[in-house]
């Protein structure tokens, strides 16, 4: 059971605009800053928002990221079929002194 | 470019031990904190452990806390992970990645391709 809660899937068909959640609690959403990761099959994870709502350079700004409270999200608009991955939220976690993931969306592209 | 290459892995025995490296190129590595975050075949990310620029600071998960130890030569630009008395459910993809500052709370903003550790008889 991961302690940041998130949808196990999402889907969406080209074009569309997804959201995923990410809740968590004062201890971690609440008072930290929120990452984002994209896994594409196979491969690393890459940083896709930092900071809540922050684009790393080179990551395209379809992306973008919020928090509110004790939750944030992801939103993808102009969805593409490349946009097909995991995406994972985290936050330091001061309780537990160490990071917490959320267990992990898989995003259908349709 | 920042690359984190990660070494170590392979098959060992439950009870085995095993010590990952990572070597660090492209940045100042003794500026900035560290962490090795895993995930088990088919399974989600589970962070391991974190370790600040001078070493002083290091931090478990409960997973593994009092098995694992993680530790760093910034002489060499590189991260460890000893890990002893290992269990079937340590097996995983051992990720190595670097943190966006010097506080083990920074995020980690870059990640190596991973190397894979098996427990099993």
């Known amino acids: 059971q991961s302690v940041l809660t998130q949808p196990p899937s999402a889907s969406g068909t080209p074009g569309q605009r997804v959201t995923i959640s990410c809740s968590g609690s004062?201890?971690?959403?609440?008072?930290?800053?929120v990452y984002w990761y994209q896994q594409l099959p196979g491969t690393a994870p890459k940083l896709l928002i930092y900071n809540n709502n922050q684009r790393p350079s080179g990551v395209p700004d379809r992306f973008s990221g919020s928090k509110s409270g004790t939750s944030a999200s992801l939103a993808i608009s102009g969805l593409r079929s490349e946009d097909e991955a995991d995406y994972y939220c985290a936050a330091w976690d001061d309780s537990l002194s160490g990071w917490v993931f959320g267990g992990g969306t898989q995003l259908t592209v349709l | 470019e920042v690359q984190l290459l990660e070494s170590g892995g392979g098959l060992v025995q439950p009870g085995g031990s095993l010590r990952l490296s990572c070597a660090a190129s492209?940045?100042?590595?003794?500026?900035?904190?560290m962490n090795w975050v895993r995930q088990a075949p088919g399974k989600g990310l589970e962070w391991v452990s974190g370790i600040s620029t001078g070493g002083g600071a290091t931090y478990y998960a409960d997973s593994v806390k009092g098995r694992f130890t993680i530790s760093r030569d910034n002489s060499k630009n590189t991260l460890y992970l000893q890990m002893n008395s290992l269990r079937a459910e340590d097996t995983a993809v051992y990720y190595c990645?670097?943190?966006?500052?010097?506080?083990?709370?920074?995020?980690?903003?870059?990640w190596g391709q991973g190397t894979t550790v098996t427990v099993s008889s």
């Open positions: 004062s201890s971690n959403i609440g008072s930290k800053s």
């Open positions: 492209g940045f100042t590595f003794s500026t900035y904190a």
């Open positions: 990645a670097k943190g966006e500052g010097y506080s083990s709370s920074s995020g980690m903003d870059v």
